[in-house]
């Protein structure tokens, strides 16, 4: 097996002071909406295509700004990504929530999520305070390293 280093998206949507989370049921917890980047893809298109994948293709994607830059790496799992959350916006909002994702269709759906109410099965854990802080005080920095959080 060879290897790599992914490079991936995770979408930060807030509508209402809601943010839009994917669920799974296999593990009980939430993480943020995204996906591997493929080759080619900036990280733009990427995020348009995981919106299209896991919302509809009804709905458009708004890229704002990258938020944060994590490493995520779990080598017991031979896993190592460069995740990028990326602040952006949607056009609808009709027929996301409890929406399945196709891809793991008994597994993940779509969620919207009080940001003052985060679950404290949202992965990765630290990053909930720093997020609802940043909120508050409208996303003033860009493209921060967070590291390896959890």
Known sequence: ??????PRVRLVIIKDSKILLTYTK???????IGGKMEFGETLEETCIREVHEECGEEINFKFE????IRDYIDLSKDEHSI????????DK???????IDE????????????????????????????L??????NFPEQGQYLGPID
Do not use: R
């Open 1 to 6: 097996m060879e290897l790599k280093i992914k």
């Open 26 to 32: 296999d593990g009980d917890f939430y993480f943020y």
């Open 65 to 68: 700004k990258v938020l944060y």
């Open 83 to 90: 995740e990028f959350y990326m602040l952006g916006e949607i």
């Open 93 to 99: 909002t009709d027929g996301i929530e409890e929406k």
């Open 103 to 130: 891809e793991y269709p008994d597994f993940h759906k779509q969620v919207w999520v009080e940001l003052n109410n985060l679950p404290s099965n949202l992965y990765p854990k630290s990053l909930s305070k720093k």
């Open 132 to 137: 609802k802080k940043d909120f508050e005080q």
